[in-house]
Each structure stands twice: as C-alpha cells, then as structure tokens.
C-alpha cells in the first residue's frame, strides 16, 4: 500500500477559518434562540453536509476548490508537502460531533446543538489559527495504537 499524494498543508487551514466563522455563527445563533432552533439547525446541517463532503470527495470539497484556484496559484510552494489522511479523518471528526448534536437536537436535548458547534468550532479554530488539528493528533493517535491502517516503511 502506498500513501496517497502530499496535500499543501496551508489548504486544510484555509478550510478552517471558513469551517470556524460558520460554525461561530451556528454557535452564537443556536445560543440566542428559542429551544427548537430552526436557523441554526440549519446552518449546523449544511455544515455537515460539507464535512461529509470533505470526507467523500475531498478535491471536489468547495473550500479546497476555492484554495487551489484561487489562493494557491498567489503563493510561494509549500515547504513541504503533508499526508492528507489525517486531514479527512479530521473531517469525519467534526461530521461526527455536529451529527450527534443534530441528533440530540432532534431528540429535545437542551443545548446540545450549540455545545456541539462550539466544540467543533474550537477544533477549527486551532487548526486555522495555530495549526493545531486535533483530528489529524487522533489520527495519529490512532495509527500509532494500530486501530487505524498503517503506510508500510520502506527498507
């Protein structure tokens, strides 16, 4: 098994800041409404349709689209290139934690919705601002416990 091409590591970030404001603004709307909150109900769905996204198809994904297109081709290479399997993981993280607040949501658990974008949002935020990706840490995580597939090293 080979490991997939190398992705510019500065497009995942660029996703992020864009990731972060709606899922700030979900945030601050699911904290300012009645308790069925439609809008941001909403806004949380059409943020997980796109880290499903992310994750099906992620050259197709809008925001890498937009980083290639029009973002890239105005900066200087990447150092270096980075595996972009931690990334998508990444993506099925955050799929996973807005799907389960949109779940509780749906089941009249109080809060749930915006706690759910508001912990994602954090997770954002420090990728895009710091380069921190906790999923991408979990992948590794992960891979390092053996749960998830490894890359055979070559002699």
Not at 34 to 51: E, R
Not at 99 to 105: K, R
Request: glycine residues 8%; positive net charge.
């Amino acid at each position: 098994m080979t490991a997939p091409a190398g992705i510019d590591p500065r497009g995942p970030r660029f996703a992020a800041w864009i990731t972060s404001a709606l899922l700030l603004i979900a945030t601050l709307v699911g904290l300012t409404s009645p308790p069925f909150n439609l809008p941001a109900f909403l806004l949380t769905l059409v943020i997980a349709a796109l880290f499903l996204w992310g994750v099906l198809s992620p050259r197709t994904q809008p925001w890498g689209v937009l980083f290639r297109t029009l973002v890239r081709p105005r900066l200087a290479p990447p150092f270096a290139l980075e595996d972009p399997r931690p990334p998508r993981f990444a993506q099925g993280v955050g799929l996973f934690v807005v799907t389960v607040g949109l779940i509780l949501h749906l089941l009249g658990v109080p809060w749930a919705l915006p706690i759910a974008t508001a912990m994602a949002f954090v997770a954002a935020f420090l990728n895009a601002a710091f380069g921190l990706c906790l999923g991408c840490q979990l992948y590794l995580l992960l891979q390092r416990a053996g749960i998830l597939g490894r890359t055979p090293r070559l002699p």
